[in-house]
């Protein structure tokens, strides 16, 4: 008789998007006439630039004729996008990586959540807390975690790195020692970053005690700062001790197009064995490869006129950040992100628990956020709202939440 | 210090397809003057149907408005879609599954590789010999099957099912009762076929031992013999037995734009847990969904002028097999498949190993084919061709390989 992965059975409740849909959905049927916003989870609302609409169409005209179309493509992407985000994204900053340390994939959350997979299972992560629960959740499912203790919401395997006001929700070096630290910044969920010399500190870290950094980048578009890397590859030393994901969901809106990227560089090893050859193994294996037209819409992002209309983009995005962010502090809400981020992290009110917070805005002004706790157990009493609205939607729920008697 | 996942250093050698990619690439870049015809990877070669292109340029328009743009997908997959299989691939053909049993993907081979993650380790497969190698090694790096003999090419944990000529190339029951069965019909490498009656003893025979028959149906638009399922579901009894995994890119032509789709009856369970929520938490947590733009293509498959289109593409493949099966017939080859799949399968002449074949035919005439040993133990002196070629390549392809000296 057949045998099920007991780790799913030890996972508690449902993906943390999927119950926020299920409780909207729910209310939105009870109350159709409610108009409600949904400032929730972290979908663009924006359409896709005419530069990258402008390559689609050509894509497909190019699939359309025997000459010029294109079936299976490179398990590793194809080399016009991959020598475009290596020159790009990289070189361009003085980083290092060559075009064939970049595997294209099908967006971040599949390379986020499938990572985990070339490494042991004796390996222990260590994960910020609030954290994306990918990271976290993709592990259990492999059997990496230990046991659940539902009064603390941890797991017992897991090193948690608390992010909290106190250290401006920036994590300190665990004393544990970790094999594998998932590190995200421009910060999901709370919008805080960590300067150039704070992000070498854990390089560093990392190549002394012999761990992988597991390095999700995919707000890099969203920083405003200067001292704010937008690659782990600008520390030195990186090249032996970290992986790097991104994603043009954030920055090209292609949330519902999906395209990803992952670097390893080629000196990522234990011992003899290059990380780099794992996940090579692994995109041939079990992957075939992105859309053609996707991975040429991708290269549109890197044109010049791509690249205009998508720093516009952003802009319209940063722009509601600071309508959300100067909207509540004025109404007295202890509020942080934003600045380097599409993502606002506040305090909620009353010592509301983030759940009731959630329902509170649910039922009384329509607003759908994300309970912090959501992200772990230190997001608890925090709430993210996320900039990817519409202005006019982005201010309606903010006016909305200011004339709350609070 | 991170260790990495053992199981992937267990297996041997390279991906199948990446090693005959080498080898062409080598041979081509020694000899840039011949012609290369490859019917090697099952890789379509007609362009997209007219009916799809429109569906697509339509779709890339919608994603360049505001009011009709898409962000994220539904976790399983669009409802339009999920309607589209529901109706024309199950209820037209009797088979009752309902559109929110269909878990929508970027395709069977991720499919095909991923499934295995929600049964138990302890699980044994049984797989066909020769078979798909994804089924095998998907498992190997999940640690599934033991430890390798390379002598008899062959994992002491998995149970292997010939199919040679003295069983045409359709397995037998096995002795060793498996816990998983990876079937695939129309067979990929063989081409070869099971009646209803065959099919309907396996479905008997899971239910039986407790066992999941995976059923990959990426070639069921190839079938001609009216006695030959379509789907497993045809069979009384798969809906507690069986999942079924379909694609869209032997149909249609979508090997470059990449869509599938899993089915999981709800009724397939181990003891309370049902295979469906554990498929559904996977998708949730680990992908993002296919492009709506995919998806909107994959629903114009099934519109009339989809369709009508598509019957002609795919008689135009058949049209090749048949050229391949009676040319080589003619010329002295023993070859079977290409009736009901477009894989014809064939005897290597004067004993020669099917990698020498594969030499042979490279160096004398230039012709990529897939060397039957790479499919399994059973598959040695064999050989396997596609007739995904252009009829023009298939037919100078063929005539090359009659006129040598056999």
Same mark, same amino acid.
């Given at each position: 008789m057949f045998q099920v992965?007991?780790?799913?059975?030890?996972? !508690?409740?449902?993906y943390l998007f999927s119950t926020i849909g299920k409780k909207v959905n729910a209310y939105s049927a009870a109350n159709p006439d409610k108009k409600i916003i949904r400032?929730?989870? /972290?979908?663009?609302?924006?359409?896709?630039a005419p530069a990258i609409i402008e390559a689609l169409h050509g894509a497909v005209e190019e699939m359309g004729r025997a000459e010029s179309f294109h079936g299976y493509a490179p398990d590793l992407g194809y080399e016009f996008l991959r020598n475009a985000i290596a020159e790009n994204d990289y070189k361009a900053r003085?980083?290092?990586?060559? @075009?064939?340390e970049i595997f294209v994939s099908d967006g971040a959350k599949c390379d986020c959540s499938n990572?985990?997979?070339?490494? /042991?299972?004796e390996n222990k992560i260590a994960v910020c807390d !609030?954290? =994306?629960?990918v990271y976290v959740d993709s592990n259990v499912m492999a059997g990496?975690? /230990?046991? =659940?203790d539902p009064k603390a919401?941890?797991?017992?395997?897991v090193i948690y790195m608390p992010c909290t006001a106190d250290n401006r929700f920036t994590p300190e070096l665990p004393k544990e020692t970790p094999d594998l630290i998932y590190l995200c910044f421009p910060n999901n969920p709370t919008g805080a970053t960590v300067t150039r010399a704070q992000l070498q500190e854990w390089v560093d870290y990392a190549n002394k005690v012999g761990a992988v950094i597991l390095y999700?980048? @995919? =707000?890099? @578009?969203y920083i405003s700062e200067?001292?704010?890397?937008?690659?782990?590859?600008?520390?030195?030393? @990186?090249?032996?001790c970290a992986i790097e994901m991104r994603s043009f969901s954030k920055n090209a809106g292609f949330t519902g197009l999906r395209l990803g990227f992952t670097v390893i560089p080629?000196?990522?090893?234990c011992g003899d064995t290059a990380l780099h050859s794992l996940w090579a193994r692994r995109h041939g294996t079990k992957y075939n490869g992105a859309p053609y037209i996707v991975q040429k819409a991708g290269e549109a992002v890197y044109s010049e006129a791509g690249r205009a209309q998508l720093k516009e983009q952003v802009a319209y995005y940063m722009n509601n950040a600071s309508y959300i962010k100067d909207g509540l502090k004025a109404a007295g809400f202890t509020v942080s992100g934003g600045v380097n981020a599409p993502y606002i992290w506040l305090k909620t009110p009353d010592k509301m628990t983030s759940w009731e917070f959630f329902d509170y805005l649910l039922e009384t002004v329509n607003v759908v956020g994300t309970p912090g706790s959501g992200f772990g157990p230190?997001?608890?009493?925090y709430f993210r709202l996320t900039a990817f609205g519409s202005y006019e939607n982005t201010v309606e729920a903010v006016d909305r939440i200011k004339g709350l008697q609070l």
């Amino acid at each position: 008789m057949f045998q099920v992965n007991e780790n799913y059975l030890k996972l !508690p409740g449902s993906y943390l998007f999927s119950t926020i849909g299920k409780k909207v959905n729910a209310y939105s049927a009870a109350n159709p006439d409610k108009k409600i916003i949904r400032l929730g989870i /972290g979908d663009v609302t924006q359409p896709l630039a005419p530069a990258i609409i402008e390559a689609l169409h050509g894509a497909v005209e190019e699939m359309g004729r025997a000459e010029s179309f294109h079936g299976y493509a490179p398990d590793l992407g194809y080399e016009f996008l991959r020598n475009a985000i290596a020159e790009n994204d990289y070189k361009a900053r003085g980083c290092d990586i060559a @075009a064939d340390e970049i595997f294209v994939s099908d967006g971040a959350k599949c390379d986020c959540s499938n990572i985990q997979e070339i490494f /042991g299972l004796e390996n222990k992560i260590a994960v910020c807390d !609030p954290v =994306y629960p990918v990271y976290v959740d993709s592990n259990v499912m492999a059997g990496r975690t /230990g046991v =659940y203790d539902p009064k603390a919401e941890t797991w017992s395997d897991v090193i948690y790195m608390p992010c909290t006001a106190d250290n401006r929700f920036t994590p300190e070096l665990p004393k544990e020692t970790p094999d594998l630290i998932y590190l995200c910044f421009p910060n999901n969920p709370t919008g805080a970053t960590v300067t150039r010399a704070q992000l070498q500190e854990w390089v560093d870290y990392a190549n002394k005690v012999g761990a992988v950094i597991l390095y999700d980048a @995919a =707000y890099e @578009a969203y920083i405003s700062e200067e001292d704010v890397p937008h690659s782990i590859y600008e520390c030195e030393g @990186a090249r032996t001790c970290a992986i790097e994901m991104r994603s043009f969901s954030k920055n090209a809106g292609f949330t519902g197009l999906r395209l990803g990227f992952t670097v390893i560089p080629k000196e990522l090893k234990c011992g003899d064995t290059a990380l780099h050859s794992l996940w090579a193994r692994r995109h041939g294996t079990k992957y075939n490869g992105a859309p053609y037209i996707v991975q040429k819409a991708g290269e549109a992002v890197y044109s010049e006129a791509g690249r205009a209309q998508l720093k516009e983009q952003v802009a319209y995005y940063m722009n509601n950040a600071s309508y959300i962010k100067d909207g509540l502090k004025a109404a007295g809400f202890t509020v942080s992100g934003g600045v380097n981020a599409p993502y606002i992290w506040l305090k909620t009110p009353d010592k509301m628990t983030s759940w009731e917070f959630f329902d509170y805005l649910l039922e009384t002004v329509n607003v759908v956020g994300t309970p912090g706790s959501g992200f772990g157990p230190s997001g608890e009493g925090y709430f993210r709202l996320t900039a990817f609205g519409s202005y006019e939607n982005t201010v309606e729920a903010v006016d909305r939440i200011k004339g709350l008697q609070l």
